[in-house]
């Protein structure tokens, strides 16, 4: 693959600019994502790390800087659909059954509807829900539906995947397991994933870099790199897994102090 | 499930059958007077009695009420939509919908007559129409703005434009809502329909029908009307469950047994 996977350069991101409540989210933001690498970003509420996802899906436009993904325009990407997206609110509509929640992005793409039906069986394999298909979605609990929304964030095999605090919502013990699955299909697909925690433990856990936040506005404080290999359950109880959340959290301490 | 069906329908009959039994034990041996309250015997004698008169008329006045109710309908969603999908008919429009929705419709009847003509159905479907659009439209409306962010903010991330928005996500949303207005306008149309015949309109419709017993003191026979407009009103209630139903198979599933599964 050639070049990197998301260049941010110098962006800034003010909302209600020129308004009483003018808020500048983000200020001054460098950052270059490698094809493949699993970043995480996290912070305290208010620094800016969703409006950061969002400005690198194209969802928002940076008041200044620029955004890159894959050697294009964000907007470009997002035409090209070169990214798959999930919330914290798993947001599979209601009324379409698990297979067609799954395959919308597809069904959008103009998909066969063989070569959908093919794709989303080879989905529900992957995020280890084969037999739900023909469930709708209010029958899943929070943790499955969840996982069908990574199906269908990944169907359309995108290049980038963006994930804001997708497990936010969960108990920790369905967490744990999500993250161990979401690493499972991260190095089985080689996707590039920009991924949104307030988790200290889990921005460890997950990820090739750590970028740490300070808000009001929006910076980025530090980057703290993660070498854990591969990682199991058993990675939780390893020294270098406690060292790595030590560091995250020394860098989150230094942002609330302000230095 | 249709065993438990049938037994679902056991107390409200068991009620119903207590509640004319008593109508009836109670009008007899207190002697009130057959003008006053008919015994529901006798309404039952009127409904068989004069059933052709009758049964044109509800079937003259469901016209009216179904009519006006797919124009209300149609009206009030076409709108809802086109205010969801420009924002400027929006804000213009939703404020001033939701004072008429406020304001007791049927009243202006007589002045519909005056609009539409006295002596053709025309009015009284205008009334109807006028009733049913504004609970359709306001209900309709939330339904297609009330959205989820993430779920818009997802689909632009396919791309999707406007368009796909209101297709994908929007008009679905907005069943529910839709259903709720329904099941609310279904059984006012009828109630609009004959307030409206008690203003004007051909003389064989259900409104005129009471109206005339009534005038005339044969009350049985009004109560009998009264009983065939309760069944129209009814069955379009009925209709408007039916057709939820069909549209929102999700809304039902997982309802009975237990079918959610944990991780």
């Known amino acids: ?259 | 499930m249709s065993a438990g069906r049938l037994r679902a329908l056991v107390p409200p009959l068991a009620t119903g059958a207590m509640f004319l039994g008593a109508w009836e034990g109670g009008v007899r041996l207190l002697g009130i007077r057959e003008f006053l309250l008919p015994r529901p015997t006798s309404i039952w004698a009127q409904l068989t009695g004069q059933w052709p008169t009758l049964r044109h008329a509800g079937w003259e006045t469901g016209r009216i009420a179904v009519s006006g109710l797919v124009v209300g309908i149609i009206a009030g969603v076409l709108l809802a939509v086109l205010t969801t999908r420009f924002r400027t008919v929006n804000e213009g429009l939703t404020p001033l919908a939701v004072a008429v929705n406020a304001t007791p419709i049927v009243a202006l009847a007589p002045i519909f007559n005056a609009w539409f003509g006295i002596t053709g159905t025309l009015s009284n479907q205008a009334v109807v129409v006028a009733v049913v659009f504004f609970p359709v439209f306001i209900n309709t409306a939330k339904g297609l703005a009330e959205v989820h962010p993430d779920e818009i903010e997802l689909m632009r991330s396919y791309a999707a434009g406007e368009w796909t928005i209101l297709r994908e996500v929007r008009i679905p949303n907005a069943l529910p809502f839709f259903a709720n207005a329904l099941r609310l306008v279904a059984p006012l149309s009828v109630i609009a329909a004959i307030v409206a015949e008690y203003f004007g309109g051909p003389q064989d419709r259900i409104g005129n029908v009471i109206t005339s017993n009534a005038g005339f003191a044969r009350y049985d026979a009004a109560w009998a009307a009264i009983a065939v407009a309760s069944a129209v009103g009814l069955a379009l209630f009925a209709s408007a469950l039916l057709l939820e139903r069909v549209s929102m198979p999700w809304r039902l599933a997982g309802v009975e047994g237990e079918s959610t599964t944990k991780l």
Not at chain 1, 221 to 227: C, K, N, Q, R, T
Not at chain 1, 241 to 258: C, I, K, M, N, W
Request: proline letters at 4%.
């Open chain 1, 1 to 259: 693959m050639n070049g990197d996977a998301v260049v941010v350069t110098e962006v800034e991101k003010v909302f209600g600019r020129g308004s009483a409540e003018e808020v500048t989210a983000l200020s001054g933001v460098d950052l270059t994502i490698a094809p493949g690498e699993f970043v995480t970003l996290i912070g305290p509420s208010g620094c800016g790390k969703s409006t950061f996802l969002r400005l690198i899906g194209d969802l928002l436009e940076p008041t200044a800087g620029s955004v890159e993904v894959f050697g294009k325009s964000a907007h470009q990407a997002r035409m090209d659909q070169d990214y798959g997206m999930v919330f914290q609110h798993a947001g599979l509509f209601d009324w379409r059954k698990v297979v067609a929640n799954i395959e919308l992005p597809l069904e959008l793409r103009g998909w066969s509807k063989a070569d959908r039906a093919a794709r989303s069986r080879e989905m529900l394999d992957l995020v280890k829900l084969p037999d739900f298909g023909g469930h709708y979605p209010r029958q899943l609990s929070g943790g499955m539906q969840q996982r069908v929304a990574i199906a269908r964030a990944l169907s359309f095999e995108p290049r980038l995947l963006l994930m804001d605090e997708p497990f936010g919502a969960l108990d920790e013990m369905t967490r744990e397991h999500m993250q161990g699955e979401l690493l499972r299909i991260w190095s089985e697909t080689d996707t590039t994933v920009v991924f949104v925690t307030h988790s200290i433990s889990e921005s460890a856990f997950l990820s090739n870099r750590v970028v740490v936040l300070s808000p009001r506005p929006g910076r980025i404080h530090s980057i703290v790199e993660v070498d854990l290999g591969e990682r199991n359950e058993d990675t939780r109880e390893d020294p270098r897994f406690f060292e790595a959340s030590t560091e995250v959290r020394e860098a989150l301490r230094a942002v609330e102090d302000g230095s």
